[in-house]
């Protein structure tokens, strides 16, 4: 972070009359697993030929404090398994990370096994706010019955679940919006948030949110120069995010993105949807969100 950065930041939220940043999408995970996710990047990136530094690559306290600095007032610890008997582990690490950091939302996460149902219920008992679940490295089936318990306690208690199930950066097995389409089918109420915009199937997930009032989508990575040279978003469809003015959520993937902070900010801006529309994603909207 640079102080360079730390005033362009700044001067984007000020500019528009806002109290700071809400990010829906950032990434706080037990070291040990962070270090995975990076050497993964480092090794051999989502998809061949591509690379991806990351550009905040900095102990936690670092972290922290850069998204202070920068005037996010509300950020999320997005932790996720890839296989059984995970979960549990990473909820309690949750749990007393948001404790220890009181600007970011308690945060947990699934995997379909046969301890979902009780863990997911102790935390919502024990007071988490968001949940992810990442289908893609997961590889999991949002319909696995295991995971029926799971997603009846969330509808019920009305959390919002932040997915990636978007067929970027590369398709997994169960990706792609016929699996969330089927779910909503059965949990009509569920409230999930759609990462990367539904990443690169824009459409299909916006038209989810049509049917679906619960439906969120979260502008992670999604508008960016990075992105738009991959999977680009329609223009044709800029008119249907007028319409879900308020339910797109700002999201950054911080730490683990290959730009600045600041353009993930910009992206955004230069949609040309208005101040009031920017007002509302980047803050408004999260924080509607958790004072339900």
């Given at each position: 972070?640079?102080?360079?950065?730390?005033?362009?930041?700044?001067?984007?939220?000020?500019?528009?009359?806002?109290?700071?940043?809400?990010?829906?999408?950032?990434?706080?995970?037990?070291?040990?697993v962070m270090d995975k996710v990076w050497a993964?990047?480092?090794?051999?990136?989502?998809?061949?030929?591509?690379?991806?530094?990351?550009?905040?690559?900095?102990?936690?306290?670092?972290?922290?404090?850069?998204?202070r600095e920068f005037g996010v007032r509300g950020f999320t610890s997005m932790i996720y398994p890839h296989k059984p008997d995970m979960a549990a582990w990473l909820n309690a690490w949750g749990a007393?990370?948001?404790?220890?950091?009181?600007?970011?939302?308690?945060?947990?996460?699934?995997?379909?096994?046969?301890?979902?149902?009780?863990?997911v219920a102790a935390a919502i008992s024990g007071g988490a706010r968001i949940?992810?679940?990442?289908?893609?490295?997961?590889?999991?089936?949002?319909?696995?019955?295991?995971?029926?318990?799971?997603w009846g306690a969330i509808e019920d208690a009305g959390i919002p679940v932040v997915i990636h199930c978007g067929s970027g950066p590369a398709p997994g097995t169960y990706t792609g919006p016929g699996p969330i389409d089927a779910l909503l089918q059965r949990f009509p109420r569920l409230p999930l948030v759609i990462a990367h915009m539904g990443m690169p199937e824009y459409d299909d997930f916006l038209d989810l949110a049509d049917a679906y009032s619960e439906v969120r989508l979260d502008t992670t990575m999604a508008f960016t120069d990075f992105s738009e040279a991959a999977w680009p978003f329609p223009p044709s469809s800029r008119s249907r995010l007028v319409d879900l003015?308020?339910?797109?959520?700002?999201?950054?993937?911080?730490?683990?993105?290959p730009y600045t902070y600041a353009e993930a900010l910009t992206a955004v801006?230069?949609?040309?949807?208005?101040?009031?529309?920017?007002?509302?994603?980047?803050?408004?909207?999260?924080?509607?969100?958790?004072?339900?």
């Open positions: 972070m640079s102080p360079a950065e730390t005033v362009e930041v700044r001067t984007f939220w000020e500019g528009l009359g806002l109290p700071g940043i809400f990010d829906v999408h950032t990434h706080f995970m037990p070291k040990n993964y990047f480092d090794a051999v990136g989502p998809l061949t030929g591509m690379t991806w530094p990351i550009s905040y690559r900095h102990d936690e306290d670092v972290r922290l404090e850069t998204l007393q990370f948001a404790e220890r950091t009181p600007d970011c939302v308690h945060t947990a996460t699934f995997y379909p096994e046969e301890s979902a149902g009780d863990y949940f992810k679940s990442h289908i893609q490295v997961g590889n999991y089936s949002p319909n696995d019955p295991l995971l029926d318990p799971v003015q308020d339910r797109i959520l700002f999201g950054s993937d911080f730490p683990n993105i801006q230069r949609l040309d949807l208005g101040d009031d529309w920017v007002r509302d994603v980047c803050y408004y909207n999260g924080t509607r969100l958790f004072e339900r």
